[in-house]
Every structure is written in C-alpha cells, then in structure tokens.
C-alpha cells in the first residue's frame, strides 16, 4: 500500500474552534475519494491542509509519499486545487488567465494552448474565451478554475464541492473528466453534499463529522460498519452513522471509532 494521501492524527483549531480532532485519511492511487460530512464538519479544513493553505496544530500529512510538514512546496506540482468559493482575477479574459495558469506552472506554451483549447471547448465556453472573467457568470467561473487546475495535467486533483453552480450537462462532463482521469492512474479527491452522486462516483467515501473521518471505505464497507440492510443507499448508511455518532460524546468518538473496525483497517482506510 503507498497512498497518495495520508493524514494521520491531524488536529487543527482556529481562534478556540476545534475545526479537527485527530483526523486519519488514507486516499488511494488511481481512485475518485469524496470526503461527506454535514456543515462545519472539517471538509474544507481537510483539504485546505492537504494543498498548503492551512497549517495544522499536529499531526502528520503525506501527499505521494512526501511528509508535507518537512518538505511544505515541492510536493504541490502534482495537485489540481478547486476552493469552494472560487476567486478569479476579474480583469483577465478566460484566455489570458489559463495562460498565466500554465505559465506559472511552467507548462510548455505549446501544451497550454492544447488543454485550453480542449477544457475550453470541453465545458462549452468557445463563445467566452475572450471574455473577462468579470462578465461570466457563476458557473462558467467554477469551470474556468476547473480547467485551470487542471492546466498542468495534475497526478492530484482536488475539489471542493465541485458540483456547485454547474448545470447538469457540465456536471455530468465533469464526471465523465473524473473517469478518465482515474483510468489514467490519477487521483480525484472531492468535498460534497451529493450523496447520490458521491455513491456513483466515488470508490471510497470518508465520513467527517466534528473533525474526525468517523467511517470510511466502499458503500459494502459502510453498510458492514453500519449494519445496515443489503439494499442501503449512501444516504442511509451516512444518517445512520451520523445519528449514532451524534449521541456520542465528541471526545469519545475516536475511541468509538477504533472499536467499531479497527484502526486503520487493511483495504480500507
Ligand atoms: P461545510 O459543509 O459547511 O462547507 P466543512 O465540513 O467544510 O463545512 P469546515 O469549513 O472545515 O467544515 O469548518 C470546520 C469548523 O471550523 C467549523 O466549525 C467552522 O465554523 C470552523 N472554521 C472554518 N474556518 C474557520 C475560520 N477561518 N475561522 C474560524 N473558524 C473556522
């Protein structure tokens, strides 16, 4: 087993808010993981700490094998990073802001030209590739900072609620994108509150709830540490495994954790 992303024990708090309480991932090569989890429980904190843009209190991350507390830039050239709300440079066009992408991650003019040209025709923006990015609208922004992203061919892709504000054509490319891009041996790690889509999507899922991964592995996986029916969707096995988790006390839940399916547990993380 070489993850490409480890997280182990990692706490993290902000002004008094405990936002982590001790959180182990494990996400494979090759695999389309989403992290479910209701509001405010740790998501976007997990996956902030995984790109650079938070540091963590403790705890050990790895990303391909590298600890990204020793070693905190080298490490990004493999990752892809989409932030829930995301922040484009208004007074570029479409064109002009996937080249300066390209540029400052060095990728050849020549090879960012083709994947602007492929993203932009991909996710149907032909008509505003020299718009400014102040004239598009939510959507196509969300797109654009997909594609830009996605500029340097990245090993690592992240994405934070990726679905927001896309409509359902753009959703499902988005996902055909996804496939291809596991079936190239690559990573796609994303945030949501698409259950369904999550259970179609994902290989693996992880549970977050107050800060730690309280359940993770395939939907078989889930409904076994649930005991849930054969027929249980991903939404039942998350209300299931949120409720009995809720009755917890919070700093019991780890415990609770280790005693439900071990810890880690082999083949599934
Ligand atoms: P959502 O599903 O609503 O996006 P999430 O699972 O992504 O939630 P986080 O955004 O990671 O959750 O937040 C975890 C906790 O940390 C919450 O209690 C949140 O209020 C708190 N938090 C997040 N960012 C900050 C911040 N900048 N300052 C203070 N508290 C924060």
């Given at each position: 087993m070489n993850p490409i992303i480890e997280m182990v024990d990692v706490w993290k708090s902000y002004d008094g808010v405990q936002a982590l309480r001790g959180l182990n991932l494990y996400v494979q090569r090759g695999e389309i993981f989403g992290l479910i989890g209701p509001n405010g429980a740790g998501k976007t904190t997990t996956l902030k700490i995984i790109v650079g843009l938070?540091?963590?209190?403790?705890?050990?991350v790895r990303v391909n094998g590298v600890d990204i507390g020793e070693e905190p830039y080298e490490y990004k050239r493999i990752i892809g990073y989409v932030p829930e709300s995301v922040s484009l440079p208004d007074y570029l066009t479409v064109e002009e802001f996937l080249m300066y992408s390209g540029k400052i991650k060095e990728v050849?003019?020549?090879k960012i030209r083709e994947r602007m040209n492929y993203f932009i025709s991909l996710f149907e923006l032909r008509e505003k590739r020299r718009a400014l990015i102040v004239s598009l609208s939510r959507g196509m922004r969300q797109k654009v900072a997909i594609a830009s992203a996605l500029i340097h061919d990245p090993y690592?892709?992240?994405?934070?609620?990726?679905?927001?504000?896309?409509?359902?054509?753009?959703?499902?490319?988005l996902k055909e994108l996804f496939n291809e891009r596991v079936d190239e041996g690559k990573t796609v790690l994303i945030s949501t509150h698409m259950l369904d889509t999550a259970e179609?999507?994902?290989?693996?899922?992880a549970i977050i709830y107050r800060g730690q991964n309280i359940a993770s592995g395939n939907l078989e996986d889930l409904?076994?540490?649930?005991?849930s029916g054969e027929n249980a969707t991903l939404e039942e096995v998350f209300l299931k495994l949120t409720e009995e988790a809720r009755e917890q006390p919070v700093e019991e839940t780890v415990e609770k954790k280790r005693s439900i399916f071990g810890f880690p547990r082999r083949g599934v993380s």
């Open positions: 938070l540091k963590m209190d403790r705890g050990v050849p003019n020549e690592l892709l992240i994405l934070d609620e990726p679905f927001i504000g896309i409509d359902p054509v753009g959703q499902h490319i179609r999507i994902c290989s693996r899922v409904k076994q540490i649930s005991r």
